[in-house]
């Protein structure tokens, strides 16, 4: 599966729309790019994934550039409940493929 | 509740010891995966079962065991406890066939030991 790079930290108002970028220049044409977040000691969660179309459900939206190779994934409202880690992940999408956690991005939305 | 059920959620034990993680999947789901999450560590895949059988292995120690049964639930077995192995460790079940909705969790089981 491919690498992502993530900033390690960021910080969001409350109220305010959240965009968390990851790169992923290596990715393969039928790698998905997925996004799960980790609330402080809880299980992950899935957020959202995509192949090259933009995205976009009840939690967030998934925004993928044209060449692949970075996405953007976005809360339109942050709310203190946002705060977690989110781990972008790339992988080949079939049954039983595990999926390889990097460092992930530490999100605070503050009041 | 997310559908997959770790059992217990805590769990105190002393080094040297055995203790056993179970984990019951999302109803239909043919594949389990178990991570270890040490103190302010990512997430470490350990092993996966796919309808009953290993499908990949990551860094387990050989203290550590699993399997999948019958009925699909999972048991992992950590034996010779050491201090370091306390962690929070995760089950993870996916969809069958078609696995476009990801990855379910657990709520972990979070294991100290003394």
Known sequence: DAKTTQPTSMDCAEGRAANLPCNHSTISGNEYVYWYRQIHSQGPQYIIHGLKNNETNEMASLIITEDRKSSTLILPHATLRDTAVYYCIVRVDYAGNMLTFGGGTRLMVKP | ?114
């Open chain 2, 1 to 114: 509740d997310s559908g997959v059920t770790q059992t217990p959620k805590h769990l105190i034990t002393a080094t040297g010891q055995r203790v056993t993680l179970r984990c019951s999947p999302r109803s239909g789901d043919l594949s389990v995966y178990w991570y270890q999450q040490s103190l302010d560590q990512g997430l470490q895949f350990l092993i996966q079962y796919y309808n009953g059988e290993e499908r990949a292995k990551g860094n387990i120690l050989e203290r550590f065991s699993a399997q999948q049964f019958p009925d699909l639930h999972s048991e992992l077995n950590l034996s010779s406890l050491e201090l370091g192995d306390s962690a929070l460790y995760f089950c993870a079940s996916s969809a069958g066939p078609q696995s476009s909705d990801g990855y379910t969790f657990g709520s972990g089981t979070r294991l100290t030991v003394v």
